[in-house]
């Protein structure tokens, strides 16, 4: 496996969901890693991020509702998403990341095959 994601599904506005993404060891150790996401005819776009050490940083449509986090001992990069508005709405992926001027972008084209979010109004 190399990066596989998991925990998406179907919420009402308001609502809460958990993903998870477990990835291989050679993508994940020491690496920082990120979770992206696709809505309906919109461009990827960058959600949230984590440095090995655990710092954090999020998008400004994210910050406040969504928490990343990682377990080293599993591979395992999380978001939790809280307060979830339709425009959340979209197939979440995560992969390995790269932090130039301050920001987050993709080490490579590795993706996996997300999981869809589907927020109701």
């Known amino acids: 496996v190399q990066l596989q994601a998991s925990g998406g599904g179907l919420v009402q506005a308001g609502g809460s969901l958990t993903l998870s993404c477990a990835a291989s060891?050679?993508?994940?150790?020491?690496?920082?890693m990120g979770w992206y996401r696709q809505g309906p005819g919109k461009q990827r776009e960058w959600v949230a991020g984590?440095?090995?050490?655990?710092?954090?940083n999020y998008a400004d449509s994210v910050e406040g509702r969504f928490n990343i986090a990682r377990d080293n001992a599993k591979n395992t990069v999380y978001l939790q998403m809280n307060s979830l508005k339709p425009e959340d709405t979209g197939v979440y992926y995560c992969?390995?990341?790269?932090?130039?001027?301050?920001?987050?972008?993709?080490?490579?084209?590795?993706w996996g095959q997300g999981t869809q979010v589907t927020v109701s109004s």
């Open positions: 992969t390995r990341i790269t932090y130039f001027d301050g920001r987050a972008y993709p080490w490579d084209n590795v």
């Open positions: 060891g050679s993508i994940f150790s020491g690496n920082p």
């Open positions: 984590i440095t090995s050490g655990g710092i954090t």
